[in-house]
């Protein structure tokens, strides 16, 4: 099946800075989401990209395809962004959301 | 109105006993799943349901036992509970089996003592 590796596994930052999460696949995908697990465990979407560039806010995500990887940028950090970062993927010969471990990003004050 | 809702949000059992989890969603989506975070944080599908029917069923004990009764809900029967089991269940639900967005529930955190 699909393999996806998401790095860094963990970044801890200072409020105000920014980041790039990466996450590569090992196969075409026709799904691709970026979730959040906040620390009491609610898992949120964030965005719904299997190609091309989206903006939420102080979100931003960039799939692109051909290379087989995404980009989640976070800029100026807020405590409340802590948590681990998800990329999951369905591949195209796939039937279900295959999920990377994540990155676990601490926002520090 | 939650999307993807789940009951218990918590549950603590000895081992052996039977439990359930109940999912329901108002979203409309034909397709449901089970999946079961570890102690690792590692997200893996146990099953999905597509408009009643099973369509995914993952390498899981059959003391695992989900049942549709319509598509707006799925629930996740299982007996026997071992130690093993403690985890955090998370029901979702999507439109599309495999290019729909998914969505979670709050996820129903399971203790077997």
């Known amino acids: 099946g699909i393999q996806v590796e998401q790095s860094p596994p963990d970044l801890i930052l200072q409020e105000g800075a920014n980041s790039t999460l990466r996450c590569n696949f090992s196969?075409?995908?026709?799904?691709l989401q970026w979730f959040h697990q906040n620390p009491w465990g609610q898992l949120i979407n964030l965005f719904y990209?299997?190609?091309g560039t989206k903006q939420n806010g102080r979100l931003s995500a960039t799939t692109v395809a051909t290379e087989r990887y995404s980009l989640l940028y976070i800029s100026s950090s807020q405590t409340t962004d802590s948590g681990v970062y998800f990329c999951?993927?369905?591949?195209?010969?796939?039937?279900?959301?295959?999920f990377g471990e994540g990155t676990q990003l601490t926002v520090n004050p | 109105d939650t999307a993807v809702s789940q009951t218990p949000k918590y549950l603590v059992t000895q081992m052996g006993n039977d439990k359930s989890i109940k999912c329901e969603q108002n979203l409309g989506h034909d397709t449901m799943y089970w999946y079961k975070q570890d102690s690792k944080k590692f997200l893996k599908i146990m099953f999905s349901?597509?408009?009643?029917?099973?369509?995914i069923n993952e390498t899981v004990p059959n003391r695992f036992s989900p049942k549709s009764p319509d598509k707006a809900h799925l629930n996740l029967h299982i007996n026997s509970l071992e130690l093993g089991d403690s985890a955090v269940y998370f029901c979702a639900s999507s439109q599309y089996s495999r290019t729909g967005e998914l969505f979670f529930g709050e996820g129903s955190r399971l203790t077997v003592l």
């Open positions: 999951a993927v369905v591949g195209t010969s796939g039937s279900r959301l295959t």
């Open positions: 349901y597509n408009n009643k029917e099973l369509i």
């Open positions: 990209i299997p190609s």
């Open positions: 196969d075409s995908v026709n799904n």
